[in-house]
């Protein structure tokens, strides 16, 4: 199978009944029953040697509709590519596409294949299995990939054979993917165009109606009246400081870093931005381009909350302010040249630098042109179509088309609420129900937990952003697109979130706080689910979501993500003691997240005393070598390296997952991330008290190597650092360690008091290898910036087989951690590898407890506990749970 796992997606998804295309007719392929079914189904195995396996079969468990459907198992445990499930053809004339109904139990990718009456073979991606019945129609159009025959791209005569092919690509390496009614699409498509009927304006953020309605609702609630004055008196004091549009486009905003210690600048005036570590002033390009960008965001934003002010209360300086920037921008827009993100001209953005920025920047306008639309002039309204609309999207937007990310959900915002606010159905059919639509970047884009399969909750928030938008706009005009394609959006962070409502910085992510994103005021007014509502608990409520959107009073309280869970198509295994709010660890396993993936399988975030202790480095400034240099590798992160390097992009495994009287546990495989070594760690949490970690490696050729298991604590260790001084290596990351120390760490456990403030309570962090001539490194790798330095602690060992034990309290003591490696033995007495399996003996406050990780599930022993369990945790003075 070519490329299948490397190349963007490619599809044209359309909901049932609707879409882009209307067909005038769809003869049944295979419905799975009677004489209709064709029984010559057969399977193709991707890689065989490579231990793949499945099946295809009848079933009426696979059914949709009648009584029978296809089952397609699949079993990725021992490797291999993909499982296709091929369906020889007997068809007459041309055919444009394949409909079909289907689900899956894994949210592997799949994909469509065909191959004509010469011998080419066609491939097309459709995106990941869904967990529920969805259905699907692929147009035979713009392939993933072709081969074969005449290997020209082009389709000749009626298809021979088409197949359903699923890709190894899921973090769940087994599953079924069943199918019923495939259709056969006619070549001759009927051109279909919105079909709902336009309300009058507004109709991109509430209908007319619902205005009035709001505005009842504000005035007879005293805390959103107060909310409605504050924005109020925000657009006057805009208008004391004065509203002029910038003649020139901006630029990145990602430059505005000191190139030196990667720091975000200071703005002190619009030619002067200053390093807040070593105070030097820049000025020119592209700092000063960027005090531009924050202009054109800043009057952008001024333009919808003018106009949000003005139509919930008829403020006629309000109304003022949106006129006059939406009519500044619909005379000056199109003046702007084109450039990108390096000065370039003839491609990027016109009022900003990247077709990105200039589609989030003209949402904001079209949305607040909306709300004044009938206090402008027709000469007003005529410069926004073409001054504006028209530009932004044919030269700047349209050009730049992606296939699935979460950029082109800003494309589709733009280009849909272009076409709802000047009715042009063919932009609203494109930004929708295109091949590169909203629908399409959801089935595309979700895994089946319901994140953005990029991995960053804070890009999740950025696509459901874009996604949102373009929902509301829709909902207005007759379609709600909220509850079948963007609830689980907003569900799945609710799961991942840590006790505090933030969630792990995984990939590129900043930082992402619940209580921040509005976009839940939404979420609870559309999709009536009473846990929406937490993260507004802990918000200010005072956006102008909460305006037009916000309940006056929030349903009765939830619990945010109680207990052990997991997300295992995120690739997210959660330890929480349940009842308890105190303690959290997040294992990371899954998929790499694309551009903005981390190389940091099986790393580890812990959440304990009411902060986070342990946390993932989040991301920089893109255009600052930090960036690449030190947040996105695997010496920054909570993890392993081998012989200093760089983990690979890999897609991890979990192995095990069990909760215990005491306390729980999770087990992940890193897959093929680290170089010849098989990578497992086990994870235990006991109590809310401590966190038990088990680095297993096994060199896959019987050869030694050097193995780093690094932690980022926070704070300060507590500890006079001795040891040897010794350099950095040149290895990704740890070019950017400083004061690094190392001295040998004997039999005996080596605990590391930290604090995560200068006067706070200690906790510990506690760390045994066991390999000969195992060795305890301790100095400082960046935080925010090169001089902004955190604690890193490394154990490297050199072995072929090796463990590494972990011990990390939660909770503020002054007595550390006692904890010892234990062998394991097998049925036959012998003793097993540590890198293979392995358990530890811990001592935390009054308890003892042992946890042992057993990734084969063979039979094996250690003094105090026997079995077969993958997981098990032991409380060694009273009772004992294992899994």
Known sequence: MRRLAAVTVVIGLVAAGVGLLRYRMTPVLDDFEGVLRLNTWTVELGHPGDGVSGRFARTPLAAHSGHFGGEMAFDFSRGGRYVAANMPTRLRGSMGGLAFWVRATAGVLLAVRVRDGEGQVFQKEIGFAPRDWTPMRVTFEEWTDSWGGRNDGIMRGSPRAIALVAANTAPQRSGTVYIDDLRKLPDRLVEHMWSEALPPHPRLMLSLEELRLRRAVIRRTPWLRSVLQHHAEQVREAVSTGISIPPEGGQCE???????????????????????????????????????????????????????????????????????VVAGYA??????????????????????????DDAAWLVPILQAADLVWHELSDAERRSVQVGLVSPAVAEVIRPARLRFHNIQCWHNAAVGLSGFLTGDRELIAEAIEGTRGFEAQVRNMVDQDGQWSEGSWGYHFYALEALATLAEAARVCGRDLFPAYLRPMFASPLRAAMPDGTLPRFNDDSGTDLSRVDAYEIACARLNDASFAEPLRRSRRDSLRTLLYGA?????????????????????????????????????????????????????????????????????????????????????????????????????????????????GAMADAGYAVDGMRYRRAVFMIGAEAVVVLDMLSALDGEPRTVDVLWHPPGIIARRQSGTPMMPSSGPGYRYMTGLRSSPLGPATASLPYRTEQDGPRRWLTLLGNAPGARLILGSGPGRNTCDRRPVAIVRQRSASTAVLTVLTLQPTDKPPNARLLPLQDSQGRRLATGDACAAEVRVGSGRWLAAANPGGRPVACPGWSGTDVLALTRLSGKSGTR
């Open 552 to 664: 006056p009073n929030l349903p009765p309280s939830t619990t945010l993500g109680a207990g052990p869970r997991v997300m295992t198509d995120s690739g997210y295994a959660i330890l929480a003691p349940r009842g308890s709010t105190s303690a959290y660890v997040c294992l990371k396993f899954g998929r790499h997240g694309g551009d903005h993936g981390h190389y940091d399988k099986n790393g580890l975030v812990v959440y304990g005393g009411g902060s986070v202790v342990f946390d993932d480095p989040g991301v920089g400034p893109y255009l600052n070598a930090l960036a690449d240099g030190w947040y996105k590798t695997s010496a920054a992160h909570n993890t392993a390296t081998i012989s200093g390097r760089c983990q690979s992009a890999a897609l991890g495994a979990l192995v095990g997952f069990a909760e215990f009287p005491d306390g729980s």
């Open 331 to 356: 005379r000056r827009y199109r003046s702007y040249p084109l450039h990108d993100i390096h000065g370039r001209p003839g491609r990027g953005g016109k009022v900003l630098s990247q077709s990105l």
């Open 254 to 324: 990602h430059w505005y870093a000191c190139p030196d210690h990667g720091a975000s600048l200071e703005m002190v005036a619009p030619r002067r931005h200053v390093c807040p570590v070593d105070g030097k002033v820049f000025s020119g390009w592209p700092y000063d381009q960027v005090w531009v960008t924050k202009q054109h965001k800043r009057l952008a934003r001024l333009a919808r909350q003018a106009a949000v002010v003005f139509a919930l209360s008829d403020d006629p300086v309000a109304l003022r302010v949106a006129r006059t």
